[in-house]
């Protein structure tokens, strides 16, 4: 049974805050993916101020092995403004990448990354840190474009925000969700019997997770051989089936550097007074 997971951070970062913005070394992590069974591993940054040098660095690792690695390109919604759709192109076109990868934390999403997802037929894995309200707005808006939401939503075990995101999962066809870091397991649970195993990735989070431990609960939620292929490797490789990686004829959206950036702080115009 072929395995891939889907979630996995590699190189350095630039920041000395955390594990996640200093290093996500692999050494022993693809040993204990080994012994663990799994043959293939999707590759993003950890936290970086320089996504365009972070994406370079992982670019060549995946590149010394592609029959191992996949990898998605980090963006960031604000510091990259006006300048995705040439990070991501250098991503797929050059390094081969199938997917971008943006973080609630660095700065909310923004149209102009899934137009980018849209031109080059790009998954996008979108950790929204609890902030589920935004994944209706992208599910509609965007109908076109796949979203992965790591953690059922929540790395921080937020039960809130994880429970109202399973109806989401069940309702729109594009919404996904991976498996890593979700310790609530009647979470998981709930989200397999009622989404179903098309909708579910498997993923670890690594390097800082133990992927034997991950991938067990993916074997926990059941025995079924053809639910458990879709999750550990086909729904991945279904998402990614369709990236534009070569060369043709498109009008690239065009978002300006000197544009006003994405406001960081939600404010709700009809609890303000508009």
């Avoid at 690792?61 to 592609?66: D, F, G, Q, S």
């Avoid at 399973?166 to 969700?177: D, G, K, W």
Wanted: proline fraction near 5%; charge should be neutral; glycine fraction near 6%.
């Amino acid at each position: 049974m072929l395995i891939i997971d889907a979630h996995c951070h590699a190189g350095k970062g630039d920041g000395l805050t955390g594990p996640w913005d200093t290093r996500a070394s692999l050494t022993p992590f693809l040993q204990w993916s080994a012994a663990a069974g799994i043959q293939r591993t999707n590759l993003f940054a950890a936290f970086h101020s320089d996504y365009a040098s972070a994406n370079a660095a992982v670019a060549s690792i995946v590149n010394k092995n592609p029959q191992r690695f996949y990898g998605f390109a980090f963006v960031h919604a604000i510091h990259d403004r006006g300048r995705i759709y040439n990070m991501v192109s250098t991503a797929v076109l050059q390094y081969g990448f199938c997917g971008i990868k943006v973080h609630r934390h660095d700065a909310r999403i923004s149209r102009e990354i899934c137009e980018v997802a849209r031109l080059f037929a790009l998954p996008v894995l979108y950790d929204v840190v609890g902030e589920v309200s935004m994944i209706e707005l992208l599910a509609t808006e965007y109908p076109d474009v796949n979203f992965i939401i790591p953690h059922l939503s929540s790395f921080a075990d937020d039960w809130r925000a994880q429970i109202a995101f399973i109806p989401m999962l069940e309702r729109h066809a594009n919404i996904y969700t991976d498996s890593s870091g979700v310790r609530r397991f009647d979470l998981l649970a709930m989200a397999y019997q009622r989404a179903g195993a098309h909708k579910i990735l498997f993923g670890t989070d690594g390097p800082w997770l133990h992927p034997a431990v991950e991938l067990q609960k993916i074997f926990a939620l059941t025995s079924h051989t053809k639910s458990l292929q879709m999750m550990l490797a086909d729904n991945f490789l279904r998402l990614i089936s369709k990236v534009r990686n070569k060369e043709f004829e498109h009008s690239p959206p065009v978002f300006k550097r000197e544009l006003l950036p994405v406001q960081e702080d939600y404010k709700d115009p009809w609890l303000t007074g508009h």
